[in-house]
């Protein structure tokens, strides 16, 4: 299974070790919070829908209020279109020598955002008869992709062309802003003026696209002047709030069978250079899964679980494969599950806090080996 387009349904192995539930009830709610606070909802589901499945993911965003699909790479979008679903779909950063062609007939929407990008995108609107529908984007402070504000007129003015002479329809204008969620920051009075400007500038040239987009999740929750006709939201609809203001539904939960127990004297050193002594006689336990299934390394020291109900350290480093976790006296038995990650176990946000990162990382990097099991699924969208 390719690590970039890997959006199949992967059933909960029979004889399960780790399993990541997936509440898609959950994600059907946020959406729908989203939906109600942005005239159009484009549901980003890049990075394989958070690493939860974009296919799934993107069609309960669909069904609870979505118009339409986010994806970074075309391969992305086609693998969407693969499983065979049909809504609009915007890719966004694709090299100049994407398949452009292979975009245009699926019907995916472009991003540009430079006068090289739109000329290949012409080229192949050329080649394959088809007009390609296009989102110019422009850098509205991020100096990471779209267009320099320096070199925004220039690419309007070759999009006007292009739209005259059939190519292209120019559909949306795109900007992002680097201070979302912090809506007062000089960064983002400037990125919501860039953007103003870019859409003024735009119309100059005679495009006035439908679609004009500038908020993502924090910016949704947080920055009602940088909404304008669309907003593109992904974290949000998987229950992650870059800004920290918003409770908003929590969608994971990994579990992980006990597959080890054993009880310690005082002193026992724990896994590979004895990072960690046993204070006491202890009690400990293992779980099979590590790094390679997410769990992040720089969390050890800090990083607890639920086990039957109560908070157990994890002790003796987070390994490729499984982690060690000090249950004190509990009583324990082969099989037991100990919550990892959500339900009564820690949140997202405490994990991203032990490992110094973004709850986003934990989440994409859930994806390898542990099985996802999907409930909540609604019924007019299997
Ligand atoms: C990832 C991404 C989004 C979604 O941002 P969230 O903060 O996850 O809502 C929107 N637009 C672009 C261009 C992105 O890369």
Redesign the pocket.
Known sequence: MSAAVSVSLRPAAPTAGAVLDIDLSAVGANTRRFAALTPALLA?V?ADGYGLGATQIARTALSHGAIGL?V?SLAEALALRADGLTAPILS?LNPVDGDFAAGLAAGVHLAVGSIEHLDAVCRAARRTGRAASVHLAVDCGMARDGSPPLAWPALCARAGQAQQSGLVDVVGVMG?LSH?GRPRHAASQRGRAVFDWAVTTAAGHGLAPEHRHLA???ACLTDPRSMHTMS?????LVGVD?SSTTLLAQVVTLRAPVVAVRDVVAGTGVGYGHTWRAKRATRLVTVPVGYADGIPRGAAGRAEVSVGGHRCPVVGGVNMDQTVIDVGRLEIELGEPVVVLGGEGPTLVEWAEWAQTLP?EILTGLGGRVARRYSGVSRDQR
């Open positions: 980003v890049k986010g970074t966004w992002q979302a993502t999740t924090a593109r939201v992904g974290a949000g870059p986003h």
